[in-house]
């Protein structure tokens, strides 16, 4: 199976380990679900890079899970059309589902992309375990295999703004590219070099996508 970051892996078990923090196994079995992270996938010995997530914002736990332990991969992309009438009615007033509702209903430009929500609302969209607080944030995946210009980018970040304006929470956009994940507003800022994270690690890079059409 070829996950990719921010999938989010249902599994039948995971592995024990010495760190593993006291909260790892309640998450688990409260949504038996991991997102993959950005790591060298360990192929060779069936392992996949993951994070579990539990109740607090603090608890983030980075472990492997095997291959052979999946039995679902969700990408953000999957999630995209996922209705919230199948969450409880009281979970659609939340300003990360309400910036989400706007996006899929005003948002001309996004739609141009394959996207998908991540973080707690993908996260609660996915799993149906009540994720998202009050203070959440929408956080968002943009798959941009190709060159975006700035003024692109400057028109797909005023659309999510809009949408942040309308729900009174932020809206965070990671531009997926063939050199790894970099901030929207980042790149729209016109900086000179962006962060890319990549599954070698975070690295400043002056082209996004130098690394399929070979320009620096």
Not at 63 to 90: G, R
Not at 201 to 210: A, F, R
Request: aromatic share 6%.
């Amino acid at each position: 199976m070829d996950a990719q970051p921010h999938d989010l892996l249902r599994l039948r078990d995971i592995q024990h380990a010495d760190d593993e923090p006291e909260w790892v196994r309640d998450a688990w079995m409260r949504a038996p679900f991991a997102v993959v992270r950005r790591a060298r996938t360990l192929a060779a010995e069936g392992l996949v890079p993951v994070g579990l997530r539990g109740i607090t914002r603090a608890q983030r736990y980075g472990t492997w899970a095997k291959t052979s332990d999946i039995e679902q991969c969700i990408a953000p992309e999957d999630l995209c059309d996922v209705e919230l009438f199948t969450l409880p009615a009281s979970r659609h007033t939340l300003p990360a589902f309400v910036a989400l509702t706007a996006l899929r209903s005003d948002a001309c430009y996004l739609h141009t992309f394959v996207w998908g929500p991540t973080g707690s609302a993908g996260f609660e969209l996915a799993t149906h375990a009540l994720t998202v607080t009050p203070t959440s944030d929408l956080d968002l995946l943009i798959r941009v295999p190709e060159p975006l210009s700035h003024a692109n980018a400057l028109l797909l970040l005023g659309e999510l703004q809009r949408a942040a304006q309308h729900s009174g929470t932020r809206v965070d956009a990671q531009l997926e590219t063939p050199s790894g994940g970099i901030a929207l507003a980042e790149y729209a800022a016109g900086k000179p070099r962006v962060l890319a994270r990549s599954a070698h690690g975070p690295h400043l890079i002056d082209n996004p996508w130098s690394a399929a059409y070979g320009v620096a």
